[in-house]
């Protein structure tokens, strides 16, 4: 299993539809469960500062999140288009492997 970890400043007034496309039950995840080998998204909010958000999408492994990517290239685009008002900045922390599922 691998572990895509993504770190997000959203701004104030976008907090809430910040929620509403990255939740487990979100755009991104509903976009990324029409491809085997999702196994699903996290959403964090850091304590101390509410701005900030983690997200953790879950692939069975790295081959299964490329043919997502190749398969699906426009409307990963087009929702990220759509939803770059929604932060200040973003990052991808890092792909992390894990034996557990």
């Not at 953790?56 to 770059?84: N, P, Q, V």
Request: glycine letters at 6%.
């Amino acid at each position: 299993m691998i572990q895509i970890v993504w770190e997000f400043m959203v701004r104030q007034d976008k907090i809430p539809d910040f929620d509403k496309a990255y939740s487990a039950s979100g755009d991104w995840a509903a976009l990324f469960r029409r491809s085997a080998g999702f196994l699903g998204t996290t959403l964090l909010r850091d304590s101390d500062n509410p701005r900030r958000y983690l997200t953790i999408d879950r692939w069975g492994d790295a081959a299964s999140h490329a043919t997502m990517r190749a398969r699906f290239a426009k409307e990963y685009e087009a929702l990220d288009r759509a939803c770059a008002g929604l932060t200040e900045t973003e990052r991808q922390i890092g792909f992390f492997e894990s034996s557990e599922m």
